[in-house]
């Protein structure tokens, strides 16, 4: 089995905090024991505009861990976020909800994971529950 992997699980992985980086290397061997992994092009980008962390930091991150990134997301993985985030779009409006907004990136991230029929390793299941209900995910 294939496991995409959210930035959320990275940053998790490189926190500073040593229970969240334990729950990120457990889930993350778990789900290598398991099969491939992959991370849509999304995770590279969001992680690469982290303060510190530079292009070539991250690129050798995933070269050193054997994480593949798929840098070609393909027309049914932008259709299929699209949607998702227009519908997330709506259910905000109608519910008046003003807290805390997703972006475009999340939306195809659990697109990408869901078309490729892939896992996803994350920690933010709810947002993936909602937009991808048939989507299996594996949380840390």
Known sequence: MTTAIDTNVIVALWDKDPSATLAARTALE???????????????????AAPGRSEDFVGAFFENTGIAIDWEL???????????????ADRRRKHRDFGARRILADFLIGAHAAEHDYQLL???????????????????
């Open 74 to 88: 393909g027309e049914r993985v932008w259709r299929s976020a699209g949607n998702a985030f227009r519908r997330y």
């Open 30 to 48: 778990a789900a290598f024991r398991r099969g491939n992994l992959i991370a849509a092009a999304p995770v590279f980008a969001e992680l690469i």
């Open 122 to 140: 994350t920690a933010d299941v709810r947002l993936y529950r909602a937009a991808f209900p048939t989507l299996k995910i594996e949380t840390i």
